[in-house]
């Protein structure tokens, strides 16, 4: 096996796929943590597969996770890929910066990219083949002019750069006279981006009218300017980020903004429609919603997550719109569409899950209560868990879910994939329990002889220095079992999101803080080690 500095190059790709699916370089992820800054983690495995000749293998890799949506956090992408493209190696820093458009596919990605890249090359100056990269993401935007003209007048600055900034930077020359007057727009402003266009084509004149409806709807400040600027939204497929926030407690601009609005946003915006009364004073747009969230077609092709339709529909239940506080009637036929939706965007068992016959013991802590709350989400964990043990029993052929409290397991509870989600968690919370060991559901495997390849253990508590050692014995004593699974593995799911000081490297055990979209992808990914 290569080795570079005695370690074996394989041990580090695995490192690499692990740090890339779960933003650190330890067997934890923390679905809503702040990224770290490049002083807090150690990427030498990176630099150990450069320096051992499989820099180009590294670049492939991080362009496959990318492009596949594996990583959980996008951050570890583009740190992995700011590491390469600043690389002293020639061929991984060509194939690394060759790979910008791919990876860099918005402009949030790109900007992240960009400070990652100079945390990694302090005073050196950008290459030509970086630049090169950045401007042929402009030139051959994905959606092409039109596309570019949406992005650049809805996303005009990340953190403290610009695309102004970054057109500087990459010294972006136009390829094309719709790129040449948008690049002059974001530079020189709507007065200055006309300047050397003598033979505007018709795509060109689209894109004109599109930015200058934005400015437009930017100029829009008073009361009378209301029913102009309801025109340029219906005109333009103008979005919310291209109206000033005075406008956006309106019911007539929020109708007008529904009515061509993406699903994500759809989603996102729920509350925000219902507590600005629009779904009282437009019948219409109730059915517009509903419509759009039975529309498996458009869900699929918008990858919208089962957890984040979850999460949308307890919000609306609650009537609470958490950003100001404000209270709403939710609206029955909405909430049933959401429900639906959820059942919908649950995809069907993997062929890799199926191949492996990967079989799985599903521990529900019964001291989860239910005042716990997600961190960030907005949803209580008992409906975190509902929503995410229902997703992953897709998956798989053979699983079991086991309730666990102070006392012994006795038997598995019935779960179906085909069950409700109230019903599920009517199931899985029966009363309340004052304590709970994490080891039961292990040892009700031990004693019932059960063959698992993954523990996943749900729960609330605090995860301590204690219980790591009492979870890694109980681990110990089911693989010593002749009957026991092949390679066996546990995953510790703290819904409530308690950050531990403990840290883990061991490549069977993942600890997981919090819940998000990513939860079950993570998982899934770990269950078969990373590949």
């Known amino acids: 096996m290569e080795q570079c500095s005695g370690i074996p190059l394989e041990s580090d790709f695995r490192k690499l796929k692990q740090f890339l699916i779960l933003g650190g370089p330890n ?6 943590s702040v990224s770290h800054s490049s002083t807090k983690i150690d990427l030498s495995f990176i630099h150990r597969l450069i320096a051992g000749g499989r820099g180009k293998d590294v670049v492939r890799v991080i362009k496959q996770y990318s492009l596949e949506g594996r990583a959980a956090k996008q951050n570890a992408i583009l740190r992995a890929l700011a590491v390469c493209s600043t690389s002293s190696d020639l061929v991984t820093k060509r194939e690394a910066n060759r790979i910008i458009p ?4 918005i402009f949030d990605h790109l900007i992240k990219f960009i400070k990652f890249s100079q945390e990694d090359a302090v005073g050196k100056k950008w290459g030509r083949a970086r630049r090169k990269a950045i401007s042929n993401l402009y030139n051959n935007y994905p959606g092409g002019p039109m596309k570019l003209a949406y992005h650049v007048t809805k996303y005009r600055k990340r953190g403290n750069m610009s695309h102004k900034d970054v057109i500087r930077l990459a010294h972006v020359k136009p390829f094309n006279q719709e790129v040449q007057y948008i690049l002059g727009y974001i530079i020189r402003g709507l007065n200055g981006a006309n300047l050397n266009i003598h033979h505007p084509s018709p795509e060109l004149e689209s894109v004109k009218n599109y930015i200058q409806g934005v400015e437009e709807a930017r100029r829009c400040r008073t009361r009378g300017d209301e029913a102009h600027l309801i025109h340029l939204i219906e005109t333009h497929q103008l979005c919310h980020e291209h109206v000033r926030k005075e406008f956006l407690n309106k019911p007539e601009i929020w109708h007008a903004l529904l009515q061509h609005m993406p699903i994500h946003a759809v989603i996102r915006n729920l509350n925000s429609l219902a507590s600005n009364e629009v779904f009282n004073l437009y019948d219409g747009d109730v059915n ?3 419509q759009k969230l039975n529309d498996l077609g458009l869900l699929n092709e918008a990858r919208v997550h089962p957890f984040e339709i979850l999460t949308a529909y307890f919000q609306h239940k609650s009537g609470e719109r958490t950003a100001r506080g404000n209270v709403f009637t939710p ?3 909405i909430l049933c569409a ?5 059942y919908k965007s649950l995809k069907p068992r993997t062929d890799i899950f199926e191949a492996r016959s990967v079989r799985m013991a ?3 802590d019964l001291t989860i209560s239910p005042s716990d709350c997600v961190v960030s989400a907005k949803i209580t964990s008992r409906q975190a868990v509902t929503g995410i043990l229902l997703e992953l029993i897709r998956y798989v052929n053979t699983y079991h879910v086991l309730p666990f409290g102070a006392s012994d397991i006795c038997s598995p509870l019935p779960i179906s994939p085909d069950d409700r989600l109230q019903n599920v968690e009517n199931s ?3 009363g309340g329990v004052e304590s709970s060991n994490l080891t039961k559901p292990i040892d009700f495997a031990i004693r019932n002889q059960l063959e698992v390849n993954v523990f996943v253990l749900f729960t609330s508590k605090t995860y301590t220095e204690q219980e790591h050692y009492q979870l890694k014995d109980a681990m110990d004593r089911y693989r010593s079992q002749p009957w026991a699974g092949r390679e066996p593995r546990l995953v510790v799911v703290d819904v409530v999101g308690n950050q531990s000081p403990i840290s883990s490297y061991e490549e069977d055990f993942l600890r997981i803080e919090g ?4 939860v079950v992808n993570v998982i899934k990914q770990f269950a078969v080690g990373w590949d």
Not at 338 to 342: D, K, M
Not at 515 to 518: E, L, N
């Open 27 to 32: 067997s934890v992820y923390h679905p809503h």
């Open 102 to 105: 791919d990876v860099c596919r």
């Open 288 to 290: 517009i919603v509903a």
């Open 331 to 333: 609206s029955e036929t």
């Open 338 to 342: 959401l429900e639906e939706a959820f």
């Open 362 to 364: 599903f521990g529900i």
């Open 428 to 430: 899985l919370f029966v």
């Open 515 to 518: 819940a998000d979209s990513q």
